[in-house]
Every structure is written in structure tokens, then in C-alpha cells.
């Protein structure tokens, strides 16, 4: 709390009369467009697991936070407070099997008392779902919200048996893209292109890893190694437009090579 308190007093001074015009202007609707910002940056230094930028993305998401709710703590919305008291009920309430007498022995078994309880306080606060669908944001970025499309329908009992199943439409959707890609349709090569991501979403969900954090990482590697390759470049003195494909796969693969060594 002392530290929060730290927090809120340099928002205070920052938004009163004498303090920054710009930090005074801000909205819970402006300021959420800065905390998504801090979120993805934190995102890439987990996934690049550099520990100091770690501390320091956290740092930057909570001051977003606390810049949020003393916005709301001036309209007199609610307080601090409140929030934490909201939701700790509501962690303590969905976790009968840890502060009640609830037994749950499987997986399977905690998923559906973790449903049943927020079915159930939906239909106290008046939230009624037309479908499965209603629960997932519009406003997620695409690759985390075909994931949690793909998640309710899941929870609806619309899944593959197994990996190898999806796999196969993995490689059915790209056959379609192919054909697509054939008849000159952009609209129709673009659609069918989703749909392969969307179908390898779902491989990352079955084989039970995240495909924003396997994107991330993924990125997060090419980067690396492309920067070594950009860091040979410079020093001899040569563009990498004016190397044959020959000598650009060359090196490339002493760019991999180092880049591995240093994760080694």
C-alpha cells in the first residue's frame, strides 16, 4: 500500500492545477490506450525473459493502472478501496475448494466449478449471454481473441479429438489458400489466409501453449538473429541488397549459429 500510495501521489501532482497539461487531459479512455501499450512491451520482455526490463514493463503497467483508477477515485466512481475488495471476494468466491469445504480432484472438475460459479454471478448481475460467444471482447487483438472464441466453443463441446486432427485442417486451409491464391481473388486469398491462422491457433491450444507467447517468442528470435546479420553487414561494409541469395543464406546461417550460441 505505501508504495501505491507513492504512485498516487505523483499522479495527483502531476494532474493538479501547476502540474503537466498533458497528464491533466488524460481520460480512463486515453489512458487505456497507454496501459495497452505497456502491456504488449511487457509481453516482450517476459518473452525475451530479460528480467531488469521485466521489473521495469511491470513497473510502467502499474503506474497506467493506478493512473486509472485515481481518475475515477477524483469523479468519486469508486476507490481503491473497492476495487480490492471486489475482487477479492470474488477470487475467494470462486475458489471454494481452497476457503471452503469444496472437493475437486481433476482438471476437468475445477473448469466446470469455475464456470458454474461465474454462470451463476452472471445471472445474479443481470448479465444474460445469447451465446457462448457473448463473453469474448470485441476489442482483443485478433490472435488472442480467436483463441478465446476458440475456447468457448470448446466449452460447448466443438473440438477436435486430438492434435493430429487439427493438423489435418491445418493443412486443408492451406490447400484452400493455395486455390485462392490461383483464382486472383485478394478478398477470397485473404479470408482463406485467416482461416489457416485461426486453425493454428487451435494447434497451439491442444498442444497447451499460448499463440500470442509462441508469436512473441518467435519474433523475439528472428530479431535476434537478424541483427547479428545486420551487425556483420556493417562491418564489412556491404548492404544485404546487394548479395547474391547464395551469400545471403550464408549469412543468415552464422547469424543462427551465433544467436544460438549466446542462448546456449
Given at each position: 500500500m505505501e508504495t501505491l500510495e507513492t504512485l498516487f501521489a505523483i499522479i495527483r501532482t502531476l494532474r493538479r492545477e501547476n502540474g503537466c497539461a498533458w497528464d491533466r487531459k488524460q481520460t480512463p479512455e486515453t489512458m487505456w490506450k497507454c496501459l495497452a501499450e505497456e502491456t504488449y512491451e511487457l509481453e516482450e520482455a517476459i518473452a525475451k525473459q530479460d528480467m531488469q526490463n521485466v521489473?521495469?514493463?511491470?513497473?510502467?503497467?502499474?503506474?497506467?493502472?493506478?493512473?486509472?483508477?485515481?481518475?475515477?477515485?477524483?469523479?468519486?466512481?469508486?476507490?481503491?478501496?473497492?476495487?480490492i475488495e471486489q475482487v477479492a471476494k470474488k477470487m475467494i468466491r470462486r475458489h471454494p475448494h481452497v476457503y471452503a469445504d469444496a472437493k475437486v480432484s481433476t482438471d476437468q472438475e475445477l473448469f466446470l466449478q469455475w464456470e458454474a460459479i461465474k454462470n451463476c454471478e452472471n445471472k445474479e448481475n443481470g448479465h444474460k449471454r445469447i451465446s457462448a460467444l457473448d463473453c469474448v471482447p470485441k476489442g482483443m487483438p485478433s490472435l488472442i481473441r480467436a483463441l478465446k472464441v476458440s475456447e468457448c466453443a470448446v466449452k460447448e463441446g466443438f473440438d477436435w479429438d486430438n492434435i493430429h486432427e487439427v493438423l489435418d485442417t491445418v493443412k486443408d486451409e492451406m490447400n484452400e489458400f493455395d486455390a485462392a491464391l490461383k483464382t486472383g481473388d485478394q478478398n477470397e486469398a485473404a479470408m482463406e489466409f485467416g482461416d489457416i491462422l485461426f486453425s493454428l491457433v487451435n494447434v497451439a491450444r491442444v498442444a497447451k501453449f499460448h499463440p500470442e507467447t509462441a508469436l512473441a517468442s518467435s519474433t523475439a528470435k528472428f530479431e535476434g538473429r537478424f541483427r547479428l546479420m545486420e551487425k556483420e553487414l556493417k562491418k564489412n561494409k556491404v548492404r544485404l541488397k546487394n548479395l547474391s541469395k547464395e551469400q545471403i543464406d550464408l549469412l543468415w546461417t552464422r547469424a543462427k549459429k551465433s544467436y544460438d550460441r549466446q542462448l546456449s
Open positions: 521489473c521495469e514493463e511491470l513497473g510502467d503497467v502499474l503506474f497506467q493502472l493506478v493512473f486509472i483508477l485515481e481518475i475515477f477515485q477524483e469523479r468519486k466512481a469508486f476507490m481503491l478501496s473497492d476495487v
